[in-house]
């Protein structure tokens, strides 16, 4: 079972940037696919960002050409690079892993603490 601990979080003024980390444990971290998620208030939990062993990336069409997913196995991290940040990303942002394909936020029952990001003047 994965645990995960999501850091990088905070608050930032529109077109501001901000990487969050995601370090992953209990899983042999190179042969999984990763993804982001982020839930705001009164919403369901979305998947944002996601990349597969092979390093290849998909993106939610809101955030495409702005966020950037990557991984580092070394570290068993998972990063998303947020440039240009809108009040619409404000959001708890969660992390994720499937063996396989990441899946919609309803099929993982395992989560982290996720890490808040607030974008705001």
């Known amino acids: ?9 905070g608050l930032v003024q529109p ?4 990487r969050l980390s995601c370090a992953a444990s209990g899983i042999i971290f190179r042969i999984y696919a990763l993804g982001w998620y982020r839930q705001a208030p009164g919403k369901q939990r979305e998947l944002v960002a996601a990349i597969t062993t092979g390093g290849r990336t ?3 069409d ?3 050409g702005r966020f950037t997913i990557s991984r580092d196995n070394a570290k068993n991290t998972v990063y ?7 009040p619409e990303d404000t959001a708890v942002y969660y992390c994720n892993a499937d063996r396989y394909v990441m899946e919609p ?5 395992n989560w982290g603490q996720g ?7």
Do not use: C, D, I
């Not at 079972?1 to 979080?9: K, T």
């Not at 077109?15 to 901000?18: A, K, N, Q, R, W």
């Not at 936020?105 to 029952?109: N, S």
């Not at 890490?115 to 003047?121: A, G, L, W």
């Open 105 to 109: 936020a309803m099929a993982y029952e």
């Open 115 to 121: 890490t808040q990001v607030t974008v705001s003047s």
């Open 80 to 86: 998303l690079q947020m440039n240009s940040l809108k």
């Open 62 to 64: 809101s955030v495409k």
């Open 1 to 9: 079972q994965v645990q995960v601990v999501e850091s990088g979080g």
């Open 58 to 60: 998909n993106y939610v």
């Open 15 to 18: 077109g501001g940037s901000l």
